[in-house]
C-alpha cells in the first residue's frame, strides 16, 4: 500500500512538472508570434511618429498625440471592460459552455455599442473647451467621432484572443492597423497635410480593422459554440457559482457588468496614467513641451514590444489556470515570462538611455531637448517590468476591484506629482511622476497578489535577467559614448557588441534563464 501510494504521488509530481512545462512551452510559442506582432507594430508606430514630428513639428505633433492621448483614455472607459471580459469569460465558456458562447458574445458587442456611443458623444462634446487652440478642438472632435468604432475594434480583437487564435489578432491588431496607418499619413502629406489631417489619417483605418476582426470573431464563435464541453474539465472547488458560465446560457448582463465595472475604472486609470501626464504637459507648459515629451515616451512605448507580445498571450492562460487552480503551473508561468520579459527588455531600454540624444534628433532637432526624460523613463520602466505580467495575475483572478484601487492611488501619485513638478523642471517632472506612479502600482498589485493568490515573486531571480543587459549594452555603451560620442557610429557599435555579448550570455546561461521552452518553440515552428 505504501509503495503504491509512493508511485501515484511520483506520477502525479511528474505531471505536475510536464502540466509547468507545457504551460511555459504553449507560452513561448504564443509570444513568438506575439512578438513578431508587436515589434511590427511597435516599428511601424515609430515610423508614424517620424514621419509626424517631422511633417508638423514640436507643436503640432503636440496637438496630434493629445487628441491621441484623449482618445486612449476615453476609448478604455467607453469599451467598459468587454475586453477584459472576453479574454477572462471566454476560455472558461469554452471548457465548461461552448454553447454559450454566442449569448454572451452578442451582450458583450451590445454593451459594447451602447458605450462607445455615449463615450464618443462625450469627447465630441469635450472638444469645445480647446476653443482657445483650434487645431487642437477640431482633432479632439475628430477622434470623438471614432471612439465608438474604436471601442468594439479593440472588443473584437479580445475575443479573437479570448479563443486563441493568436495569428488573426496579430494580423489584425498587429499589422493591418499599424500599416495603414502610416500609409494614409504619406497620402496626407502628398496633399499638403495638417495636423487635423493627421489625424484624421490615424482613426481612417479603424472601420476596416473592425470589420475584419468582426467576421472573424463571429466565424470563430460559431465554430467553438457548435462543439459540446470538455468531458474531462473539472472545475475548481472555489469556483463561483455567480460567476460560472456552466448553466445554460451563460452568465447575464449582470453578472458580466459585476467584473466588467471595476476593471473600466482601473483601464480608465490605467490609461489616465499613461497619458494624462502629456495632456497636463500640454496644458501646464505648452503643445511643444507636449510634442517634445510625447516623442520621448514614444520611445518607450516601442520598446514594450516584449511586455506586449507576452501579455496577449498569458492573460488568457491564467485565467484558464487560476478557474482549474493549477496553482503550480501558474507559479511556473509567471515566473518564466517575468524572467523573458526583463531579460529581452532590458536591452531595449539600455541601448536607448545610452543613445537617447542620438535616436531623439530623429525626430527633428528640437526634440533633443527631450533626453534627460527619456533617459529617467528608461531607467523608471525596466524597474517596473521586474514585477513581470504581475497585474494580468491581479486581474484574472477576478480581483478588479482590487486593481481598480491600485490605479486611484498610483493616478493620485501622477497628478500631485506633475502639479507639484512640471512648472519647477517641466517635462523631466513630468517623466519622475509616471515612474513613480508605476512602481507603486507594481508594488501593490505584487503584494496582493501574494496574499489572494498564492504566487511567490522570486525577486532576486527575475532581477538577475537584468545583469545580461548591463553587462553587454550598458557598461560597453558608456566606454563607447565617452569614446565615440553621440551619434549613429556609436548607436551602431553598441548595438553589434551588445547583441553578441548577449546572445552569448543567454547560450551560456540558458538554463538559469528559462531558455530552453523559448528554443523549443522556436524548433517546433
Same mark, same amino acid.
Given at each position: ?29 504564443? $509570444? ?8 511590427t507594430?511597435? $516599428? ?53 459552455? #461552448? ?15 451602447i ?6 458623444c ?7 473647451f ?6 487642437l ?15 468594439? *475594434? ?41 495636423a ?49 458560465? !456552466?448553466?445554460?446560457?451563460? #452568465? ?11 476593471? !473600466? ?16 504637459? $500640454? ?18 512605448a ?28 501558474? *507559479? ?51 524597474v ?6 504581475i ?23 501622477n ?9 519647477? =523642471?517641466? =517635462? ?29 515573486l *522570486? ?67
Amino acid at each position: 500500500m505504501s509503495a503504491c501510494g509512493h508511485n501515484d504521488d511520483t506520477l502525479k509530481s511528474e505531471s505536475n512538472l510536464q502540466d509547468d512545462a507545457s504551460e511555459s512551452r504553449s507560452a513561448a510559442r504564443g $509570444g513568438v508570434i506575439g512578438f513578431v506582432g508587436a515589434a511590427t507594430s511597435s $516599428g511601424l508606430g515609430f515610423v508614424l511618429t517620424m514621419l509626424m514630428t517631422r511633417l508638423l513639428g514640436e507643436r503640432g505633433a503636440g496637438a496630434v498625440m493629445q487628441a491621441m492621448a484623449i482618445f486612449s483614455i476615453a476609448i478604455s472607459l467607453a469599451k467598459l471592460g468587454m475586453d477584459s471580459v472576453a479574454i477572462w469569460i471566454v476560455p472558461r465558456m469554452m471548457d465548461t459552455d #461552448p454553447a454559450g458562447l454566442r449569448r454572451v458574445i452578442r451582450l458583450v458587442f451590445l454593451i459594447t455599442a451602447i458605450a462607445g456611443a455615449v463615450g464618443g458623444c462625450a469627447v465630441v462634446g469635450w472638444s469645445r473647451f480647446y476653443r482657445a487652440e483650434s487645431t487642437l478642438s477640431v482633432a479632439v472632435f475628430v477622434v470623438g467621432l471614432a471612439v465608438p468604432i474604436g471601442a468594439l *475594434q479593440v472588443v473584437s480583437l479580445s475575443i479573437i484572443r479570448g479563443l486563441g487564435d493568436l495569428r488573426a489578432y496579430v494580423a489584425i491588431g498587429n499589422i493591418l492597423l499599424p500599416t495603414l496607418r502610416p500609409i494614409i499619413l504619406i497620402a496626407v502629406t502628398a496633399v499638403g497635410g495638417t495636423a487635423v489631417g493627421v489625424t484624421v489619417g490615424w482613426v481612417a483605418p479603424l472601420p476596416l480593422a473592425l470589420i475584419a476582426a468582426g467576421a472573424v470573431a463571429v466565424v470563430m464563435v460559431r465554430r467553438v459554440s457548435a462543439t459540446g464541453p470538455d468531458p474531462n474539465f473539472k472545475p475548481a472547488l472555489n469556483w463561483k457559482p455567480h460567476l460560472s458560465a !456552466t448553466a445554460s446560457g451563460g #452568465p447575464t448582463i449582470r453578472q458580466l457588468l459585476k467584473f466588467a465595472i471595476p476593471r !473600466t475604472i482601473s483601464a480608465g486609470l490605467e490609461q489616465s496614467i499613461q497619458w494624462l501626464d502629456l495632456l497636463l504637459v $500640454g496644458a501646464i507648459i505648452g503643445s511643444a513641451s507636449a510634442g517634445i515629451y510625447g516623442g520621448a515616451s514614444r520611445f518607450i512605448a516601442a520598446g514594450l514590444i516584449i511586455d506586449t507580445a507576452l501579455r496577449v498571450v498569458v492573460s488568457p492562460r491564467f485565467s484558464a489556470l487560476l478557474h482549474s487552480r493549477k496553482v503550480a503551473a501558474l *507559479q511556473a508561468l509567471y515566473r518564466d515570462s517575468a524572467i523573458w520579459l526583463v531579460l529581452f527588455s532590458s536591452p531595449i531600454f539600455a541601448v536607448l538611455a545610452i543613445n537617447a540624444q542620438t535616436v531623439l534628433r530623429w525626430l527633428g532637432p528640437g526634440f533633443t531637448d527631450g533626453t534627460p526624460t527619456l533617459v529617467t523613463l528608461c531607467i523608471g520602466v525596466t524597474v517596473t517590468l521586474m514585477a513581470g505580467n504581475i497585474h494580468s495575475v491581479l486581474l484574472m483572478s477576478g480581483r478588479s476591484g482590487w486593481a481598480a484601487l491600485n490605479k486611484v492611488v498610483a493616478l493620485s501619485v501622477n497628478v500631485v506629482g506633475n502639479f507639484l513638478m512640471i512648472p519647477a =523642471i517641466g =517635462i523631466e517632472g513630468a517623466a519622475l511622476a509616471w515612474v513613480a506612479s508605476m512602481l507603486i502600482d507594481a508594488l501593490l498589485a505584487s503584494i496582493e497578489v501574494k496574499k489572494f493568490v498564492g504566487i511567490r515573486l *522570486q525577486p532576486w531571480r527575475i532581477a538577475y535577467a537584468t545583469l545580461p543587459a548591463v553587462i553587454s549594452f550598458l557598461a560597453p555603451g558608456v566606454a563607447l559614448l565617452l569614446t565615440l560620442g553621440h551619434g549613429i557610429p556609436m548607436l551602431s557599435a553598441n548595438v553589434v557588441i551588445g547583441t553578441a555579448t548577449f546572445l552569448l550570455w543567454c547560450w551560456v546561461d540558458k538554463d538559469r534563464l528559462q531558455l530552453a521552452n523559448i528554443a523549443a518553440a522556436i524548433r517546433r515552428k
